[in-house]
Nanobody, 116 residues
Framework: QVQLVESGGGLVQAGGSLRLSCAASGRTFSSYTIGWFRQPPGKERDPVAHMSRSGGAPYYTNSVKGRFTISRDNANNTVYLLMNSLKPDDTAVYYC?????????WGQGTQVTVSS
């Protein structure tokens, strides 16, 4: 069992930056693929970025490429999402997730609001 707790969300002006953190419990965290998802108001939850357990080339959805960076610190069981050049369209609840073949574990989400 893995528990995930996100933090770092908040209110920021357009063009600003935030770094989200996702602290994971469990001794096998390094074995999991990890990802960040977001759910804008009234919309479905969509993937933002993910990184395999080997830490290879990460995936980013097109709308965040060049602005967001996903990283993981397996020694400290933590996943990060650095978000630069934020836009109002980035406003959403952000979730981290972890799993092997599928995302079996989810955090509770952290709100990110970008004002224009």
């Amino acid at each position: 069992q893995v528990q995930l707790v996100e933090s770092g969300g908040g209110l920021v002006q357009a063009g600003g930056s935030l770094r989200l953190s996702c602290a994971a419990s469990g001794r096998t965290f390094s074995s999991y693929t990890i990802g960040w998802f977001r759910q804008p108001p009234g919309k479905e939850r969509d993937p933002v970025a993910h990184m395999s357990r080997s830490g290879g080339a990460p995936y980013y959805t097109n709308s965040v490429k060049g602005r967001f960076t996903i990283s993981r610190d397996n020694a400290n069981n933590t996943v990060y999402l650095l978000m630069n050049s934020l836009k109002p369209d980035d406003t959403a609840v952000y979730y981290c997730a972890a799993g092997l073949a599928t995302y079996d574990y989810w955090g509770q989400g952290t709100q990110v609001t970008v004002s224009s």
